[in-house]
């Protein structure tokens, strides 16, 4: 009978809404921005000790790019362009936008968040925002969290940033790690849609298993000090191997688990997005679920590991070739660990969207050094 009533109340009361109509989140729009500097293996090797010919085999990063204290700081300048980017792109106002999540382990302060100055710099006057810290797998996490926000109905229109200022805690002498990390951010919208695609499903996990991946201090656990600066502990602490088998392993599950619930296999994936850690983690990945490479969206050559950034880059760089209804999964791992895989059915066509503001970054033997510069310096004098 009290069923009976609530629900003949809720017709009665609107009856133009169906309370049954599933509200999806689904991404209408992907901005993005790296910094102008080019650190490519060659210049790395004069400083640490390591060669091209070993990045490549090892890492698959050529290039990476690096914002220099003389052209800006904090992760707020990289995410602030990619913001201003995608506002252009989709022609949203920017009062209309009610929230902004920034993933990211490099936030310009422990406090304010990033998130509101980045909504400070890009007029988000009506939004509310905050941090993620998931380390590299933060965009995914966000990406979940934003689109929980507007399957509730109460949201509508929210902005996912990921990115890092991973140079500003990356420690140069450093070999183990150095040439693995760049600087880069990049940021999708998300809007509510009643269609069946965007963000349609996901698995994600965290364990305390941090004594291979972190930062000693600086944190509350271990306040800064001058013995913690003398002993470097402010800086990206890995132990490569075992990290690589967890990350594999991890990773290889959560698309597993994804593909299987489903129903998506090599056939019908349109694209695999993995986190760009290391090209033979992508391609240890995609071999697991059969996935040919062509359908992988891989760039860590010219992007490097971005850590928050690298999903996003991805969707940022690949836009034009994405089409509506393409199915997506994505998969992360960060410290923590952090880690899952989510199922994605894309919502528009990108070539028509990134032609209006084309991804700009430096790829190794598409364009010289110089002409890169040229072209980031004739753009700003615009
Ligand atoms: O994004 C968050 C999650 N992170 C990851 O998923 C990263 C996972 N780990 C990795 O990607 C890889 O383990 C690394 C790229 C970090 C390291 O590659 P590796 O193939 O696992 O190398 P390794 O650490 O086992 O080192 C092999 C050798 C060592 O020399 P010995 O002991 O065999 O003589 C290292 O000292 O390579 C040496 N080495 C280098 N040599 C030249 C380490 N770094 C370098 C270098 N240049 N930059």
Redesign the pocket.
């Known amino acids: 009978m009290g069923l009976v009533h609530v629900s003949h109340f809720l017709i009665f009361s609107f009856p133009n809404i169906s309370v049954m109509e599933q509200i999806n989140a689904v991404i209408t729009g992907v901005g993005g921005y790296v910094p102008d500097y080019i650190l490519d293996n060659e210049e790395m090797s004069q400083f640490?000790?390591?060669?091209d010919e070993?990045?490549m085999e090892?890492?698959g990063v050529k290039t990476r790019h690096i914002l220099r204290p003389e052209q800006g700081s904090g992760v707020s300048y990289l995410m602030t362009r990619a913001v201003r980017q995608l506002l252009e792109k989709t022609q949203a106002d920017p009062a209309s936008v009610e929230m902004i999540i920034c993933a990211t382990t490099t936030p310009d302060y422990h406090f304010p968040s990033t998130a509101s100055i980045v909504a400070g710099n890009t007029g988000l006057k009506n939004a509310f925002g905050f941090d993620m810290e998931a380390?590299?797998a933060g965009f995914l996490y966000a990406m979940e969290v934003a689109a929980n926000y507007i399957r509730s109905g109460r949201y509508k229109r929210i902005i996912v940033c990921g990115g890092d200022h991973m140079s500003s805690m990356t420690n140069y002498q450093d070999?183990?790690?150095c040439?693995?990390f760049g600087d880069g951010a990049a940021c999708v919208m998300m809007e509510a849609t009643t269609e069946e695609m965007g963000l349609l499903d996901g698995y994600y996990r965290v364990e305390a298993n941090f004594e291979h991946?972190h930062m000693a201090a600086g944190g509350s656990a271990k306040m800064p000090s001058h013995e913690t600066v003398d002993a470097r502990e402010h800086f990206v602490y890995?132990e490569?191997?075992t990290?690589?088998k967890h990350?594999v392993t991890k990773m290889s599950d959560a698309v597993e688990t994804i593909a299987k619930r489903n129903g998506l296999t090599k056939e019908n994936i349109t694209w695999l997005v993995p986190?760009q850690?290391?090209v033979r983690?992508e391609s240890a990945v995609a071999r697991r679920i059969g996935i040919d490479e062509a359908h992988v969206m891989i760039n860590i050559d010219h992007m490097a590991?971005t850590?928050g950034g690298t999903l996003p880059l991805c969707l940022w760089e690949y836009e034009p070739q994405l089409k509506k209804g393409d199915k997506l999964i994505f998969t992360a791992?960060?410290?923590g660990f952090s880690w899952g895989a989510s199922y994605m059915v894309w919502g528009y066509d990108g070539a028509a969207e990134a032609q209006k503001s084309p991804a700009q970054f430096y790829k190794e033997g598409e364009m010289s050094r110089e002409d890169w510069y040229r072209l980031r310096h004739s753009e700003k004098s615009e």
């Open positions: 640490v000790d390591t060669s070993w990045i090892r890492i380390a590299c070999r183990n790690t040439p693995i991946l890995q490569g191997r990290v690589f990350a986190h850690a290391n983690i590991n850590s791992f960060g410290a």
